[in-house]
Nanobody, 126 residues
């Protein structure tokens, strides 16, 4: 019974910040790429950021690099996404994912990850 449960979404104004959390349970996530994806209305799901559970290396979409930071706390089985300088175009449902055995770059390009959370809504008002 693997679960990824996102939290921390909400409504913020342009320029504001939010920290999303992804609580992972049900298995050990060693050798997994942990990712954040988002899906805005009328758009396909797109990659945001990824982190290696074991090593901690990171990879970001160009659209969020410099504004968002992904991190993880292995002891708490939690992945975070710190989002700063938010823009209206960041409005989306944000999903946490876990994908085994792929590089971060590969995981960013693949939609069929092993596990997905149900998402948390982020709305940025102008």
């Amino acid at each position: 019974q693997v679960q990824l449960v996102e939290s921390g979404g909400g409504l913020v104004q342009t320029g504001g910040s939010l920290r999303l959390s992804c609580a992972a349970s049900g298995r050990t996530f060693a050798n997994y790429a942990m990712g954040w994806f988002r899906q805005a209305p009328t758009k396909e799901r797109e990659f945001v950021a990824a982190i290696s559970w074991t090593v901690g290396s990171t990879y970001y979409a160009d659209s969020v690099k410099g504004r968002f930071t992904i991190s993880r706390d292995n002891a708490k089985n939690t992945v975070y996404l710190q989002m700063n300088s938010l823009k209206p175009e960041d409005t989306a449902i944000y999903y946490c994912s876990a994908d085994f055995g792929r590089s971060l770059e590969q995981a960013a390009r693949i939609r069929f990850h092993d596990y997905w959370g149900q998402g948390t809504q982020v709305t940025v008002s102008s």
